[in-house]
């Protein structure tokens, strides 16, 4: 399980934890809230607005500050929260000073703080453990037609990695990472990067990177949205990495930062290596 869907809208895993966390750290200070004064309550909401906002700007501030040469040329991506980059470490401590400046004035509300955080944490915690093992097929034998009328085997991996991004001309997530995702990958020559679109005719996506100005190497129509299916892509986009002998690696749902697909990139580049010999 890498993706939970909730009506139309699909998250990854690791999003969807953090969003049944905080919304259980917030039922838990309603509930609790409830048994208390109403000074005491009027803190603990107060103290549970403060320990959300500082969490989350530690946490997205120290990921942006450990990736800096990606934000540095696009420093607006630091609001782009919803491309994911998080640092779990740096919200936890952020939490806990802030809940310990909190307690320092008085400890009457210290069980409901301790335990809305226990639950917040259970909860984040729980769902991240539905993960199961990536296990995936090779590449279906299918022959794809590219954009510019060749045919591409998926399976014919010659010792190179395989990075599939299953897109549409409609999702406006995989309108913003296409570019991003074509500079990244001219600088890892060694991994092949397809751009595999789903279920649209030729026409429309020719249009598509004619009025966008847009040139990507290996661009695939899959019509049949076979891929999708074979790797059971729960929405768009979703980015699949394979290695040289077509393992799945691993497996990104929903748009991709630059940081977090340079990353992914130099670690299929890096396992396709040989190993180096050693010095007899």
């Known amino acids: ?18 969003l049944a966390g905080v919304a259980l750290f917030l039922l838990a200070v309603w509930w609790l809230g409830r048994r208390l004064n109403v000074l005491a309550r009027r803190r603990l909401e107060a103290w549970s607005w ?22 540095a040329g696009e ?25 310990a400046l909190e307690l320092g004035r008085g400890r009457d509300i210290l069980r409901p703080v301790a335990l809305s955080l226990v639950l917040g944490l259970a909860g984040w915690s ?6 199961g093992p990536l296990e995936a097929p090779p590449p279906p034998p299918q022959i ?34 296409l570019p991003m995702m074509a500079e990244v990958a001219a600088g890892h020559p060694g991994v092949d990067v397809v751009f ?3 279920r649209e005719p030729a026409q429309r996506v020719g249009l598509f990177f004619a009025s966008e100005g ?45 940081e977090a697909f340079a990353a992914a ?9 040989p190993p180096t010999q050693g010095t007899p």
């Open 1 to 18: 399980m890498d993706a939970v869907r909730l009506g139309p809208f699909v998250f990854a895993l690791e999003r969807f934890a953090a």
């Open 50 to 71: 403060r320990v959300l906002l500082v969490g989350f700007v530690a946490g997205r501030g120290m990921h942006v500050l450990a990736h800096w040469e990606s934000f």
């Open 75 to 99: 420093p607006w991506r630091a609001l782009a929260f919803w491309q994911g980059g998080f640092s779990a470490q740096a919200a936890l401590v952020a939490a806990g000073l802030v809940s």
């Open 126 to 131: 729980g769902v991240l453990m539905l993960r």
């Open 144 to 177: 794809f037609t590219a954009i510019d009328g060749r045919e591409i085997s998926l399976i014919e991996r010659d010792g190179r990695p395989l990075v599939l991004n299953l897109w549409a001309t409609w999702c406006a997530p995989c309108r913003r990472e």
């Open 196 to 198: 595999a679109n789903q």
């Open 214 to 258: 847009l040139q990507l190497d290996l661009v695939v129509l899959d019509d049949a949205g076979v891929l999708g299916r074979h790797y059971g892509a729960m929405g768009l986009p979703t980015t699949v990495f394979l290695d040289a002998e077509g393992r799945l690696r691993e497996k990104h749902v929903g748009e991709i930062s630059r």
């Open 265 to 273: 990139l130099q670690r299929l580049t890096t396992a396709a290596e």
